[in-house]
């Protein structure tokens, strides 16, 4: 008997659970998804700074769907609500029913309430249209300093980014890399753009390796980035940050990276959360004591088998996938199955043109250019596992 699965979310975990779950031939698959296109947060650095364009970082669900040969439906629609006892996911138009049930919504930014005036000052990068008006921003920023042709510092612009974490610290990079190796081509008046990168913990990248933080902040005091830890920011107009210690900074814009919190679909999920409002599954990462109902990725707290929570990250959203395909699998052949268990296999942050730091496994640790390929390599499989899916539904659709 074909059972039906329900896949909310075309995020990392989404797709990856898509295509594990396509190897089995008595699957359908509906996916859903509010955006019509699955969005490469991780490559967002790149794309703000110019590095990339919009090709490279957001890829047309519908296509992708259609390389599977109609195995697997898209459905371009905002899920707002789920009736786990009648088993259906209830659309505007009618509801879909489900076998079984995936839920990859992931997470949004989070615009602390307690800091009045970051949600009305500051962008995230979290979705595309404010990652596509923040690069607008920046574009806007080098093309005025590219007009400037005085040579002195008198018009200093302050580009600011609240949270050193991995995607703060990679945007703060990559910024601060193209003002300063373009500043030849832009103009030496690119100089007074200053990129501040801050943060309320003692550290940038607070809990990764000592190599990392380590070299990454070399690599940013290279690249002049301005890095302010222990500084807490209290409030924002449009004008300045002002900081809990009374000092105050004045900027042109911000972009908040400092936290997240789980998508709005967790809200109307009667179930254990966090703070951060992520679900709180059980071991096989199930919700609501119903074997068929999985959550995964950024949108439920994981842990490890230690229990240490694990990291939101591309990394664990697809591994928390590939887990769900196959325990899906055991439930429909009545097998048994195991809890989750997976770690960080390594981290590898990009630090502005052809230079990254990264620790895989633990023992390999590596910086600068090899660093750099080695995050490409893993980047560019990613993408061309998707392009190759895409190009197979383009044939089929010529051929129909
Ligand atoms: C700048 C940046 C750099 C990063 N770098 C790395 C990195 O180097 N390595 C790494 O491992 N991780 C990295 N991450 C983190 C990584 O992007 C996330 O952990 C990952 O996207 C989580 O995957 P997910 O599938 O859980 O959610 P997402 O990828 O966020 O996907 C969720 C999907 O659900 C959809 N959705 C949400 N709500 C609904 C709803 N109600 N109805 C229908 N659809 C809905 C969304 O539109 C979206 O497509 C980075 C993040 C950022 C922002």
Redesign the pocket.
């Known amino acids: 008997m074909i059972q039906h699965v329900v896949v ?7 797709l990856r659970a898509v295509e594990f779950l396509y190897k089995y031939e008595d699957v359908s698959i509906t996916l ?4 019509p296109y ?2 490469l ?2 490559e ?2 790149g794309y703000i700074a110019g590095r990339f364009d919009m090709h490279d970082i957001a890829i047309n669900l519908s296509s992708w769907c259609s390389g599977f040969k109609e195995r697997v439906n898209f459905i371009h ?4 609500d789920i009736d786990f006892e009648k088993q259906c996911v209830c659309l505007n138009k009618n509801d879909i029913n489900y076998d079984y049930l995936v839920i ?4 949004q930014t989070n615009f602390f309430s307690f800091i009045d005036g970051l949600k009305e000052h500051s962008y995230g ?2 979705n595309l249209q404010r990652a596509y008006n923040f690069r607008q921003k920046f574009e806007n920023i080098i093309y005025k300093k590219l007009l400037d042709t005085k040579d002195s510092h008198v018009d200093e612009i302050n580009i600011v980014i609240g949270g050193a974490g ?2 703060g610290v ?2 703060a990079a990559e910024m601060a890399h193209v003002i300063q190796v373009h500043s030849k081509t832009i103009g030496n008046a690119a100089k007074d753009i200053k990129i501040y990168l801050i943060d309320a913990s003692d550290t940038i990248l607070p809990g990764m390796g000592r190599y990392t933080i380590l070299n990454t902040q070399k690599r940013l005091q290279k690249l002049d980035v301005k890095i302010l830890t222990n500084t807490f920011i209290n409030n924002l107009d449009n004008l300045f940050i002002y900081f809990k210690d009374g000092q105050k900074l004045p900027y042109s814009f911000m972009v908040f ?1 400092g936290g997240i919190k789980a ?3 967790n809200s109307s999920i009667d179930y254990t959360k966090n703070k951060i409002e992520q679900l709180i599954p059980d071991s096989e990462l199930n919700i609501k004591d119903k074997k068929n109902v999985f959550a ?4 439920v707290e994981i842990r490890d088998k230690n229990g240490n929570i694990l990291p ?6 697809e591994k928390s996938a590939e887990y769900v395909a196959k325990t899906i699998r055991k439930r429909i052949d009545k097998e048994n199955s195991f809890a989750f268990n997976a770690n960080v296999s390594g ?4 630090l502005g043109g052809n230079y990254a730091v990264g620790e895989l496994f633990k023992y390999i640790k590596v910086k600068g250019y090899t660093a750099y390929l080695l995050k490409k390599a893993i980047t560019s499989a990613y993408h061309f596992g998707l392009r190759l899916r895409i190009n197979t539904g383009f044939k089929n659709r010529i051929k129909n």
């Open positions: 909310i979310g075309g995020g990392y975990g989404g859903i998804d509010k955006n699955h969005y947060q991780t967002a650095y629609e905002e899920v707002k990859a919504t992931g997470a990068i979290k991995l995607s990679e945007i990276t998508s709005d679909l995964l990725g950024d949108c939101p990250t591309a990394q664990i959203a981290v590898f942050v990009a």
